[in-house]
């Protein structure tokens, strides 16, 4: 565990503490002050803008501008497209809809402020000085709605008098009480309310940004950046008694040419302290806290900044190392000789001597095309041999030979630094008319692994920005303005899992779509595959499913797994979720006429049924009726043999 001496405990009483931070700061700038020098001359080369440059007694190559400039088209140049993703991939609805809505939000914001002039700026600060940094900011617009209603209840105190309480049991006088459809009440001071919120990246000054001195980024304690602010701004931010006590310590950049600078601004530094989880603002050279606030935010990783851009990295110190000074010789080799190639060239031009007694061939030089110039005894310029043996010119062959080889010594430095660097002929667009489409692929490709660790460097940059702004979306907007800005519905079970940062991180994935290299193109490409990939699924799948062989559940499973790798096909995931198995369909014509005759066959079978039931009952009827009158034809036969047996 670290020890800490008596100087490294914060005091508790403010005047101390002031003085406590102020000088944290100031030794973390001293140690930082020879790279910020360095950083300020760097610059300068870079602009190469001085006054005095037009008379300069050498010429210089800007390669240092060339290099910058290329390598900040090679690492970004699109502004980058937020994903937000479930962690797994797997069929969870709800984290389907929070990836939604975060990603919607994270879109709106982006284009609501120019997102890549911050970005580039931030690039173009680790070219150049080595460190490149942004922060994230949030802006809540406090508006005051209609006065707040305020119901009261009238309680007698006297004949004809009463007093006016509200449900708080605040008193209030007779002449603040009105009285409407909805009984009595009072109107009290206008609500203030959200109206608008706002989440943005902001760029910092690489001399405004100044960091704890440690060995890497995990290691420190605390950051600290720069404000400078005129007096009026003090007056306006703090107001007229505090802002005259703060002293104006800075002298503005454009002020550096003059010998008499004016310190116009002050240095008002915002501390974020980690240990403490507290931003706290002090003045350079004052003796107050001037404001300290608990942890407004509330990140995971508590900065409001992602890990600053670095050139060039070292795990021993968080001193950035400009790039420059990887091949500063080189450069100052090349200046050397593009200084000699200035000479050469101003050196090389036709001069010459001449016959004295011939003035006119000091005319020749200045002749126009086609001009003859007369002379006086032309017959003595051709007695001497004409013009060859009157005049000579100075040679120009060693110049001309020391140029070539100047020129070619150039062109060597020049490749070395763009080995150094890692910017290859192919991100020139230099390649040979005769490669094939093949070949230059190839090339092209081996061009950019050159680049793939600082692409990923910057699309971790990128990353992080993105979670930070997700984070704080859903940390600091209402639900209501979720809902404006994304056009989606927003369930109290969606809030309660994306403010919460542990659920959150559970279900869904917040990164960017390759930040360098989405465009168009590659969109349609992804939607194209998907496509195709899903009709040729469904062929195959098709015939399996009607067969019995594949149960269509088990099919559409197997479709929504393929689905969900495809970056563009989320929008139709819920769509291909609501995918019912098809109803039985009804018959065909053919059984229809089948049914049809098989239902004629059992008519006619069931009418001979019903005719031979028919005349099975006949036939029982008659011999029932045959057997009636057998019978009583018997009991008439009993009857008359009895008669005469009586008679």
Same mark, same amino acid.
């Given at each position: 565990?670290?020890?800490?001496?008596?100087?490294?405990?914060?005091?508790?009483?403010?005047?101390?503490?002031?003085?406590?931070?102020?000088?944290?700061?100031?030794?973390?700038?001293?140690?930082?002050?020879?790279?910020?020098?360095?950083?300020?001359?760097?610059?300068?080369?870079?602009?190469?803008?001085?006054?005095?440059?037009?008379?300069?007694?050498?010429?210089?190559?800007?390669?240092?501008?060339?290099?910058?400039?290329?390598?900040?088209?090679?690492?970004?140049?699109?502004?980058?497209?937020?994903?937000?993703?479930?962690?797994?991939?797997?069929?969870?609805?709800?984290?389907?809809?929070?990836?939604?809505?975060?990603?919607?939000?994270?879109?709106?914001?982006?284009?609501?402020?120019?997102?890549?002039?911050?970005?580039?700026?931030?690039?173009?600060?680790?070219?150049?000085?080595?460190?490149?940094?942004?922060?994230?900011?949030?802006?809540?617009?406090?508006?005051?709605?209609?006065?707040?209603?305020?119901?009261?209840?009238?309680?007698?105190?006297?004949?004809?008098?009463?007093?006016?309480?509200?449900?708080?049991?605040?008193?209030?006088?007779?002449?603040?009480?009105?009285?409407?459809?909805?009984?009595?009440?009072?109107?009290?001071?206008?609500?203030?309310?959200?109206?608008?919120?706002?989440?943005?990246?902001?760029?910092?000054?690489?001399?405004?940004?100044?960091?704890?001195?440690?060995?890497?980024?995990?290691?420190?304690?605390?950051?600290?950046?720069?404000?400078?602010?005129?007096?009026?701004?003090?007056?306006?931010?703090?107001?007229?008694?505090?802002?005259?006590?703060?002293?104006?310590?800075?002298?503005?950049?454009?002020?550096?040419?003059?010998?008499?600078?004016?310190?116009?601004?002050?240095?008002?530094?915002?501390?974020?302290?980690?240990?403490?989880?507290?931003?706290?603002?002090?003045?350079?050279?004052?003796?107050?806290?001037?404001?300290?606030?608990?942890?407004?935010?509330?990140?995971?990783?508590?900065?409001?900044?992602?890990?600053?851009?670095?050139?060039?990295?070292?795990?021993?110190?968080?001193?950035?190392?400009?790039?420059?000074?990887?091949?500063?010789?080189?450069?100052?080799?090349?200046?050397?000789?593009?200084?000699?190639?200035?000479?050469?060239?101003?050196?090389?031009?036709?001069?010459?001597?001449?016959?004295?007694?011939?003035?006119?061939?000091?005319?020749?030089?200045?002749?126009?095309?086609?001009?003859?110039?007369?002379?006086?005894?032309?017959?003595?310029?051709?007695?001497?041999?004409?013009?060859?043996?009157?005049?000579?010119?100075?040679?120009?062959?060693?110049?001309?030979?020391?140029?070539?080889?100047?020129?070619?010594?150039?062109?060597?430095?020049?490749?070395?630094?763009?080995?150094?660097? !890692?910017?290859? =002929?192919?991100?020139?667009? &230099?390649?040979?008319?005769? %490669?094939?489409? +093949? #070949?230059?692929?190839?090339?092209? @490709?081996?061009?950019?692994?050159?680049?793939?660790?600082?692409?990923?460097?910057?699309?971790?940059?990128?990353?992080?920005?993105?979670?930070?702004?997700?984070?704080?979306?859903?940390?600091?907007?209402?639900?209501?303005?979720?809902?404006?800005?994304?056009?989606?519905?927003?369930?109290?079970?969606?809030?309660?899992?994306?403010?919460?940062?542990?659920?959150?991180?559970?279900?869904?994935?917040?990164?960017?779509?390759?930040? !360098?290299?989405? =465009?168009?193109?590659?969109? &349609?490409?992804?939607?194209? %595959?998907?496509? +195709? #990939?899903?009709?040729?699924?469904? @062929?195959?799948?098709?015939?399996?499913?009607?067969?019995?062989?594949?149960?269509?559940?088990?099919?559409?499973?197997?479709?929504?797994?393929?689905?969900?790798?495809?970056?563009?096909?989320?929008?139709?995931?819920?769509?291909?979720?609501?995918?019912?198995?098809?109803?039985?369909?009804?018959?065909?014509?053919?059984?229809?006429?089948?049914?049809?005759?098989?239902?004629?066959?059992?008519?006619?079978?069931?009418?001979?049924?019903?005719?031979?039931?028919?005349?099975?009952?006949?036939?029982?009827?008659?011999?029932?009726?045959?057997?009636?009158?057998?019978?009583?034809?018997?009991?008439?036969?009993?009857?008359?043999?009895?008669?005469?047996?009586?008679?």
């Amino acid at each position: 565990m670290a020890q800490y001496n008596k100087e490294d405990l914060e005091p508790k009483q403010d005047k101390d503490r002031a003085a406590f931070w102020n000088n944290k700061v100031t030794d973390a700038r001293d140690f930082e002050e020879t790279w910020r020098d360095r950083s300020q001359a760097l610059v300068e080369r870079y602009r190469d803008d001085s006054l005095d440059r037009q008379e300069r007694p050498f010429h210089t190559q800007n390669i240092f501008y060339s290099n910058v400039d290329t390598l900040k088209s090679a690492l970004y140049f699109k502004t980058p497209k937020p994903k937000v993703t479930r962690r797994f991939n797997d069929g969870d609805p709800l984290g389907r809809q929070i990836a939604r809505v975060i990603e919607r939000g994270l879109q709106y914001q982006l284009d609501m402020y120019n997102f890549d002039s911050t970005m580039r700026k931030a690039i173009e600060d680790m070219l150049i000085v080595g460190r490149g940094t942004v922060r994230m900011r949030y802006e809540p617009v406090i508006i005051e709605s209609e006065p707040q209603r305020i119901e009261v209840e009238a309680q007698p105190i006297g004949e004809n008098t009463f007093r006016f309480i509200s449900k708080s049991g605040e008193e209030f006088e007779t002449g603040q009480v009105k009285q409407d459809t909805q009984g009595l009440h009072v109107l009290g001071p206008p609500e203030e309310v959200v109206g608008e919120q706002s989440i943005y990246c902001e760029y910092v000054h690489w001399s405004d940004f100044v960091i704890e001195p440690n060995r890497n980024w995990d290691d420190v304690n605390w950051i600290a950046f720069r404000h400078l602010m005129t007096r009026q701004q003090l007056i306006d931010y703090y107001g007229d008694a505090k802002a005259n006590k703060i002293p104006l310590t800075y002298s503005p950049d454009y002020q550096s040419n003059n010998k008499n600078r004016n310190v116009d601004r002050a240095e008002i530094y915002e501390i974020w302290d980690k240990s403490t989880s507290k931003q706290i603002f002090i003045a350079a050279s004052h003796d107050e806290i001037l404001e300290e606030n608990d942890d407004p935010y509330n990140l995971m990783n508590f900065w409001p900044c992602p890990e600053p851009l670095y050139g060039i990295t070292t795990t021993s110190t968080t001193i950035p190392v400009p790039e420059f000074f990887i091949y500063e010789d080189q450069v100052s080799e090349l200046d050397l000789i593009t200084a000699r190639i200035g000479v050469l060239t101003e050196a090389l031009k036709r001069r010459g001597v001449y016959d004295a007694s011939f003035q006119e061939l000091n005319r020749l030089s200045d002749a126009a095309d086609n001009q003859f110039v007369p002379v006086d005894n032309m017959a003595m310029l051709n007695a001497g041999g004409g013009l060859t043996n009157v005049m000579q010119e100075a040679p120009l062959d060693n110049i001309i030979k020391a140029l070539q080889q100047l020129y070619q010594s150039r062109q060597v430095i020049v490749q070395t630094i763009y080995e150094i660097v !890692g910017i290859s =002929d192919l991100m020139r667009g &230099q390649t040979a008319s005769r %490669e094939t489409a +093949t #070949a230059q692929r190839i090339k092209g @490709q081996f061009g950019s692994l050159r680049l793939v660790n600082r692409q990923r460097e910057i699309e971790r940059f990128i990353d992080q920005i993105m979670e930070m702004k997700g984070e704080m979306l859903v940390e600091n907007l209402e639900p209501e303005v979720l809902q404006k800005i994304t056009g989606l519905q927003v369930t109290p079970e969606m809030v309660a899992v994306i403010q919460d940062d542990r659920l959150r991180c559970f279900r869904v994935r917040i990164d960017t779509d390759e930040s !360098g290299a989405i =465009d168009q193109a590659v969109d &349609q490409k992804q939607r194209t %595959e998907f496509l +195709t #990939a899903t009709v040729q699924f469904m @062929q195959a799948l098709g015939p399996l499913v009607q067969s019995g062989s594949i149960g269509f559940e088990q099919g559409k499973q197997m479709l929504l797994f393929a689905a969900r790798a495809f970056p563009g096909a989320r929008e139709l995931e819920e769509s291909l979720e609501a995918i019912e198995a098809p109803q039985p369909a009804g018959p065909s014509p053919t059984d229809k006429l089948v049914e049809v005759e098989a239902a004629k066959v059992q008519a006619q079978t069931e009418q001979a049924s019903a005719d031979a039931q028919v005349k099975i009952a006949r036939l029982q009827l008659d011999k029932q009726k045959a057997d009636t009158d057998e019978r009583l034809k018997q009991e008439k036969l009993e009857i008359e043999k009895a008669k005469l047996v009586a008679g």
